[in-house]
């Protein structure tokens, strides 16, 4: 079955930088779609972005522009370049298959907040 394990997250200032990281296993991670969600308290999880393949990406609007989605299939991982961080941004980050449809893993929790 598919294991996920976020880390990397922490307390940061506004405007600061976290990179967080996710390992798969369970699955031939070089031919998935892998997406990052994030949950803030009393919201919805959301996509925030997805890495296909090929190395194409996609990101919400929220995060396009201060966001990274990259990925390394040698070490079955995929991370999030997190910059110019917002309090807005406060959540637990989890990765995922794109579509949400994996178990899914413990996540990490991103705090912006000076």
């Known amino acids: 079955q598919v294991q996920l394990v976020e880390s990397g997250g922490g307390l940061v200032q506004p405007g600061g930088s976290l990179r967080l990281s996710c390992k798969a296993s369970g699955i031939i991670f070089s031919i998935v779609k892998m997406g990052w969600y994030r949950q803030a308290p009393g919201k919805q999880r959301e996509l925030v972005a997805d890495?296909?393949?090929?190395?194409?990406?996609t990101y919400s609007d929220s995060v396009k522009g201060r966001f990274t989605i990259s990925r390394d299939n040698a070490k079955n991982t995929v991370y999030l370049q997190m910059n110019s961080l917002k309090s807005e941004d406060t959540a637990v980050y989890y990765c995922?298959?794109?579509?949400?449809?994996?178990?899914w893993g413990q996540g990490t929790q991103v705090t912006v907040s000076s």
């Open positions: 890495i296909s393949r090929d190395g194409s990406t």
């Open positions: 995922n298959h794109y579509s949400g449809t994996w178990a």
